[in-house]
């Protein structure tokens, strides 16, 4: 008989997508890198250690909880990537054992005790976030404007949406975010109003409409904020490089901006007394954690829904969070604790699309009571 | 020709294009110098083996009769010697009896011009018993017996001749499509004399085949569709989506039927000759130089390898019959079928990493289900051994395609535990 030596036998199939889960993992880590490059080169090197720190947490959690269960899992990036997000949501002046220690409870309570990748209800980097967040509230709130802002007179110690909420209630009625920001001390940067201007120039001013200064500063990443958070455009960037390989998916982004962006719209204005469909939409969705946990951690595809319907209705509970805790919670922000509720909700979205397809399945049997596949039906 | 249809909800584009270099009208493979013949090529029970050892067979004689329903008769396909009459694995799993006829004597047929036989003075029955006599299968798993597809049905809605090959190693239908058209139109119009169905459909993928003769006046009215070359466009429930958008044809109204299937149905019946050849694909990265061939029944997939110029390097994987629902073998001296429409020689960058990883529940499996089932709840379930809420989901549906494992980054076995719960469901007596 003859045998050809070393084959794999099994069964099909025999051919597969090139990607694997850990591809998928490393490729999320490796897109988020320039936006922490940015807070790098905004904050210099005690940002990098921060980081540094947090993904050594993480590693040394995932050796740990590996070690116990007898697997070697760091190769899968999953640990890799929780530790270089909670790194990304810390005020850059912190000190190191603070992401550490949320990394390691992330990666080792969260994820590990639950029986590691794919067994954990709660996104893990969410939940060092939320775990520092409770555990050292002040560090976690001691912004620091980037270096080479430092010329510019600013609203030191607070991020513009920290600093726009907190003012709030004593602005001039028919006042925008930006008014309240300008009054408090912002300046914004050469490139902000010279791209501003012609902007205006160019596109606005025959459309009819005219854009404040200062946004352009909140897309670049020129404010206060937590290291890897500051570049709303560098995290767009990453984001349609993502969704355009299909790494993450449309769906639970798409659901949550838009549930977002429609609820600021229409009360955001409110709370300026600007009334109903005034909110300053822009503001709000450049701002803060808000488009890092958009695309980065509610997309998560083991603590979100998996069918298209449950992401959309997940995405939406989250928009719709996000803006009742930034409105009405302790604190500015709370994209964080959006996507924690939401996770906790995602069993009962399972249930529905499980309900659904037993639907599917039952109307599919009566549709072949009759007889059955063509050529098979005996 | 319109534009290329397909059809609705999942499906996948297999990656890799595999190039064929090959022109021109498939060769004859070198004849076996022992054939080996399994009495078991179809969906029924195994032929009763009428030869003994030591016994002279000619070429197309019968060596295994039929036994019962969905069984069908086997020939020989060289002339030769019953060299041994042993049991031997089937691809599929399970075992049955193959002889092995040792080369030898002369060839009644081989190299003959033939006698064409006027068929259209045939009745139905006289076209199926015929059909029966020589063997005839269904060139599809598991090979359902022509004259069992065919005989209970009088007046069929439609009648699709599937050439669709939706992956990138399968070449033989299309192969055959382009060098035997005149013999297909005709083998259709057999096929439809039986079935007198209402419409006859041919589903290719390839905009080469738009060059197929336009069918004769005398001939059948033929239609040529082409398909999106999505998988799995070839199983039968997505064929008919794709080709009658309208719904105007249940599943139970409609035949589909290989080239190939049709092909052997017009030379058991023009040229009298029982099936004992068929078009493969010889193809995988392993491969030297890789081709279609017209190869003996019985002929081991050594010589094919062999004939093709051996392999590159050595071979990680060898698969009969596709990479996505085929079966792996290691044994070079399993033979060609009835129903083998390729032999793939894959090296290691085409197998890649069989590593698994936890479930990351993307829901990739999900969005890929040609049938719109969750694999991996219903891979939670028959884990759990917990097969009647499986059940209740769907997993009776589940055609085993592999689409899911095929996109699943975790390489979570989803497709091995579903083809072995549908074994044990026992469906169909196939």
Redesign the interface.
Known sequence: ????????????????????????IWGTAAALLPALGWGIYCFGFTAAIVVAASVGGALVGEACAGALMRRFTLW?GSAFLTGLLVGMAMPPGISPLIPAAASLFAVSVVKGAFG????NWMNPALAGIAFSLVNWPAQMRAWATPHHLAGLAGISGATPLGFARSHAAAAIAGSSNMDILVAGGMRASGIDASVTEALNRGIFSPLGADLPGGYIDLLLGNKAGALGELSAILILAASVILLSRRVI?WEVPASIIGSFALLTWAFGGLSLGNGFFAGDVLFSVLSGSFLLVTFFMAPD??TS???RAGMLIFGAGTGSLVFLLRTFGASAEGSAFAVIMMNCAVPAIARL??AA??R???K??AG?A????????? | MRPSRTFRHGG?R???DFDWEQRGPAQNAFLPNGAVILLKQHSGKQARCVVRRGEYVREGMVIGRADGPFSANVHSSVPGVVRDIRISPLPEGGRAEAVVVALEGAFDRLGRRGERYLWKSMGRNEILSTLRDRGVV?T?APG?PLF??LSERQETGILIINAVEC?PYLRAEAHLLADKSPELMEGISIIRKILSPKRTVIATTRSEDSSLPPPSDDGPDVELVRLEARYPQDM??Q??EAVDGSRKF???D???LRPSTVFAAYEAIVLARPMVERYVSVSGGALKRPAVLKVRIGT?I?DLIEECGG?LG??????LGG???????????APITKTTSAV?A?DSE??????R???????RC?EVCPE???P??LFRLVKRGLRLRAL???L??C?VC?AC???????V?L??SF?AESHSLGE??R
């Not at chain 1, 059955?372 to 039906?377: H, L, M, P």
């Open positions: 008989m003859r045998r050809a030596k070393n084959l794999s036998i099994g069964d099909a199939p025999y051919a597969f997508k090139k990607r694997t889960s850990a591809s998928l899968d590691g990748l794919g067994s998916r595809p083991v829904p998996s069918s699309d499980t397809t037993r599917r399945a039952a599919a049997s072949t009759r007889g059955g596949n063509a050529n098979g039906a005996r | 996948i297999v990656e890799g269904d599809e359902l069992d597809l992956e039968p429930r064929l008919l249940s599943p139970d409609a035949v589909i081991p050594g392999f050595p071979p990680a994987r060898l698969v990479v996505l629902r085929g079966h792996s073998v290691h044994d070079l001296d793939i894959l085409e197998v890649g990493s069989l590593l990883s936890p479930c990351i529940r993307c829901g999900a719109r089932l969750d991996d709840i209740e989901l769907g009776g549906y055609t592999g494992g095929y996109v699943c980054p975790s390489r076995p497709v091995a083809a169909a007596p």
